[in-house]
């Protein structure tokens, strides 16, 4: 295997890696190895970062050699974060290191939209280019809202194993390759990742969600036919597919045990009112959805796994989009 540490001219922070457990760095596709940043490449970030954040009016926490603490847990009018630092050996600096220059660095994102159809989903942090001793910087847009997130949390950092990345890999070489008349895949995961740029508290991110899961599974409805309204194209399509999905969908999340169909049709009603600018209400007609959090969480999962069941079974989803 080819040395990945001096020689690398070209790496990618990939932002939400608590730790990787790995002997050596691991080829993810030809030319980019994901594995712990060196500490050289550990010191560009820490400066790339401190300059970026040198103006805020109130400090701002490096997620990356801090680690949050709650504080006061049994007063919750006392509860709150303080940030421990780590000791430099846990740093969460982790990167796709790229062999080929500035070429090679656009298969970062590949790899990060490969890796929504499994249960690790990556984000893409800032690009770095070493050039003749010049460095080189690609912010990705998606990185200060994950720096915005992480303030005040560690739940967004993920471990990774070797054989979970063996996965993404495979899932990667499969997306790569996958042709089908009738489902584009591949645009829709880009569609996926690209919504990781609107905010979580911003609804129109659950819409997205939906938009990319009607993209897959339906078709335009016949003003005429009531059976054919988006609604229930996809309130049937997502009962049957459920069945086949690789993990259960997380209904338990929502208020007490209710009849899946009529969740789907809640979630479909929350997104009509976002649609048409109505005000959603979550204390009557939506309880059951408990929070715009939630669903927002459940339709992210929801869609992930009809992501990856369009790459595992083609012909079924070609075949539901079309009826």
Known sequence: MAETGASTCAFCLISNLRSVDLSRPFEIMPGAYLRKATSNES?????????????????????????????????????????????????????????????AIYGARDVVEASVLTPWHLEEGPHITMNRGRVGIRWNRNHPIFMEEAQYTDDQFIPLTESYLAEISSVLTRLKAFAHPSVRLREAVRAYSGLRA?????????????????????????????????????????????????????????????????????????????AHGAQPDFAKELKVLKSPGKALSFMRTATSLLLRQALDEPELVGDLHQC
């Open 43 to 103: 010191a560009v970030f820490h400066e790339l970062f401190s300059e970026s954040y040198a103006g805020a009016v109130a400090p701002i926490r490096n997620p990356y050699e801090t680690r949050a603490v709650l504080v006061g847990a049994t007063d919750r009018a006392a509860e709150h974060f303080e940030y421990a630092p780590l000791p430099e050996s846990e740093f969460r600096y982790h990167v796709l290191a790229l062999v080929g220059g500035n070429a």
């Open 198 to 274: 609107i905010p979580e508290d911003s609804p129109f991110r659950f819409l997205g969600y939906v938009s990319v899961l009607e993209s897959v599974i339906t078709h335009s409805p016949k003003p005429t036919d009531p059976y054919d309204s988006l609604t229930r194209q996809v309130r049937q399509k997502m009962l049957l597919l459920e069945r086949r999905f690789r993990q259960p969908l997380p209904y338990e999340i929502f208020l007490g045990s209710v009849d899946h169909g009529r969740l789907w049709n809640l979630l479909y009603a929350y997104r009509s009112a976002v």
